[in-house]
């Protein structure tokens, strides 16, 4: 009951994020062709480097990126070369000038490691609920886009996404031992 009286709060539009709707500029997601799911998805290319390695580095990244990657960690396999995760981050909206928690967004990271490189996939992107809530009815129902909190929530998915994608870019990558120079 709870959940039900918290997703109908939430989706009212109530007050506003930070700005009124029309002011915010949704970002763009990229959509799956097949799924019609917002998928963000890309091959990093780590020349030189074998799957072993990327996948050390890769958990080793987890345990510096989540707070308790042993909980986001839903499978692993090192032999096959892929990590799956489960995670979850709160969207907040202004509520007499203080920033208050909306909702709980979910989101599965597959990571698949190959010789010289790797991949990652963000999908089912969703609002927790009673039942599944992907955020593709924000971007595309009629009825979601007249609630002015919706663009400041895309934001912040869309600002936490690339935060973690330029993370992961940056630091899934096996540091290249420094030869030192003979004298």
């Keep these: 009951m709870k959940k039900i009286v918290f997703s109908i709060f939430l989706l009212s539009g ?3 994020f930070a700005q009124k709707g029309a002011d915010v500029e949704i970002p763009y997601f990229p959509m799956d062709e097949i799924s019609k799911m917002v998928t963000y998805t890309d091959v990093i290319q780590v020349p030189g480097v074998l799957k072993d390695s ?3 580095v890769a958990m080793a990244w987890m345990k510096i990126y989540y707070k ?3 909980q986001a960690i839903k499978s692993q396999s090192k032999e096959d070369g892929i990590i799956d995760i489960r995670h979850q981050f709160y969207v907040t909206r202004k509520d007499k000038n203080q920033e208050v928690k ?4 979910n989101y599965y990271l597959t990571l698949q490691f190959k010789d010289g490189r790797f991949k990652y996939t963000i999908t089912k992107i969703n ?8 955020i ?3 971007l595309n129902e009629e009825q979601y886009k007249k609630d002015e909190n919706i663009p400041g929530y895309l934001q912040q998915i869309d600002k936490f996404m690339m935060d973690l994608i330029a993370s992961m870019e940056s630091e899934v990558r096996p540091l290249v031992p420094v030869k030192e ?3």
């Design 14 to 16: 109530i007050t506003s």
């Design 54 to 56: 990327l996948y050390d």
């Design 68 to 70: 308790s990657p042993s």
């Design 102 to 105: 909306a909702g709980l967004i």
């Design 127 to 134: 609002l927790e609920g009673t039942s599944y809530f992907g």
């Design 136 to 138: 593709e009815k924000w």
């Design 181 to 183: 120079e003979e004298w």
